[in-house]
């Protein structure tokens, strides 16, 4: 016998009872940037690869072992979005939002790809939420968005909520950091882990990452970037955190804090939750991204955004289930009214209730059981002494003619 075909590994199916929540989630969010004028976007699932490579950058985890890449037909090189900001920035320069009121607000719901480790919260094709406000620098622009995410994961109810931001600076100071910062690991060769080792040129700033605890005793006395941004970027930050405060949103400051993609500059920051596992505990971040666009071939255009991960919001979140009845009308029949049943079934959903009719050949005895599971308010029983209505919410059975059961339940529903 051949082997059974499952979903491939770190992957999953949204079955029916997982749909609710899925789509709560995407009402709340939608609400929220319909109220501060963010537009929908929806990019390819698939994009050349180099603009993945440029962006998030060479040296990172997603280019280096995370992309499904695939050669086409026509040999070109494509791969599976394993994120949203390049592909945004990407449609940006080619519709010529330029032309647009600046900043340009964007948010998606859409599929990710990352060929990572499967684990509680990490999956090889995921989902995220997020929101790019493209083409203008101020620091209100950062508040705002760090604040609208908040918001999304107030209105959800998620546990434990940490905010957490950071400042990067721009290219020119973190290249000089980078340096210094580069000498102080070799320096310290000896106590680091092998993998952070292994990045001291590509990718040095990882190491405040590390995970292995005589790296990160090394790191605990490693030189800040924070310590070496010059004015502006500090004047920068500075604001961002007196816009924040003034939206009475608390968060810490964490110099170390570092995320897999190179495309940021100045503003950086993620909201954790303590309800998720450490290694998978951030919910969202992002940052801004103020040279992606030249990287990709555009003008200078600064640019911000994040991006929350729905399988984590979700883990993390307390949205409570509805209680409501979930079907207006079941329509049973007895053998020979299966037509007026099928008619009656069909009125009332044009007619916009919700209506469910038997499909499946059951006896009238189990007709009424999948009438009670379905939590119907009403159920019509077409017999050969006419339509017998039953209020599920009290009340008697009554013989209605059955052109008449519409009339019935449009009263009290
Ligand atoms: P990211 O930090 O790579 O950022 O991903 C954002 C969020 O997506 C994570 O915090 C996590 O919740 C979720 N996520 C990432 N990878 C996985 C995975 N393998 N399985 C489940 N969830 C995952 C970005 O993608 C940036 N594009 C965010 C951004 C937008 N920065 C500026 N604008």
Do not use: C
């Not at 600046?102 to 999956?123: D, H, I, T």
């Not at 109810?157 to 210094?180: C, F, N, T």
């Not at 103020?290 to 911000?304: F, K, R, S, V």
């Not at 159920?379 to 052109?403: M, T």
């Amino acid at each position: 016998m051949s082997k059974k075909i499952q979903a491939p590994r770190g992957t999953y199916d949204v079955l029916p009872s997982l749909a609710d929540e899925r789509l709560r989630l995407e009402q709340t969010a939608a609400r929220i940037f319909e109220r501060a004028g963010y537009g929908r976007i929806e990019t390819p699932t698939f994009e050349a690869t180099h603009l993945f490579s440029r962006t998030v950058g060479e040296a990172t985890d997603v280019v280096q072992k995370e992309m499904y890449t695939l050669q086409d037909g026509s040999g070109d090189s494509l791969t599976l979005r394993p994120e949203g900001t390049a592909p945004v920035v990407r449609s940006y320069l080619e519709h010529g939002m330029h032309k647009e009121p600046q900043p340009v607000k964007l948010w998606y719901l859409s599929n990710f790809f990352r060929y990572e480790r499967p684990q509680a919260g990490r999956f090889r094709q995921f989902w995220q939420i997020g929101a790019e406000a493209i083409g203008s620098a101020d620091p209100a622009v950062d508040a705002e968005l760090i604040l609208l995410l908040g918001e999304l994961l107030e209105a959800i109810g998620a546990r434990d909520v940490k905010l957490v931001i950071a400042s990067l600076g721009q290219p020119e100071s973190r290249a000089a950091y980078r340096e210094e910062l580069q000498q102080y690991l070799r320096a310290h060769q000896d106590q680091l882990s092998e993998e952070v080792v292994a990045r001291i040129d590509l990718n040095p700033l990882r190491a405040f990452d590390a995970k292995h605890a005589p790296t990160q005793k090394v790191m605990a006395n490693a030189p800040r970037l924070i310590d070496r941004l010059p004015k502006e970027d500090l004047d920068h930050f500075a604001e961002v955190q007196d816009l924040l405060r003034a939206a009475d949103l608390s968060y810490t400051v964490d110099t170390t804090l570092v995320r897999g993609l190179d495309y940021y500059t100045r503003t950086l920051f993620e909201y954790q939750s303590g309800a998720l596992e450490a290694a998978q505990n951030t919910l969202g971040g992002g940052g801004r991204y103020d040279g992606l666009a030249e990287q990709i071939g555009g003008p200078p255009t600064p640019g911000m955004g994040w991006a929350a991960g729905v399988e984590r919001m979700l883990m993390a979140s307390t949205q409570p289930q509805p209680v409501e009845p979930l079907l207006d009308l079941y329509v049973a029949y007895e053998p020979g009214h299966k037509a007026a049943a099928f008619r009656l079934a069909a009125d009332a959903r044009s007619a916009g209730h919700t209506a469910r009719l038997e499909l499946a050949g059951r006896s009238l005895k189990g007709q009424l059981k999948q009438a009670s599971r379905t939590r119907a308010r009403y159920v019509a029983i077409f017999g050969d002494d006419g339509v017998q209505l039953r209020d599920r919410e009290g009340g008697e059975d009554k013989v209605v003619p059955p052109e008449t059961v519409m009339h019935h339940i449009r009263g009290s529903i």
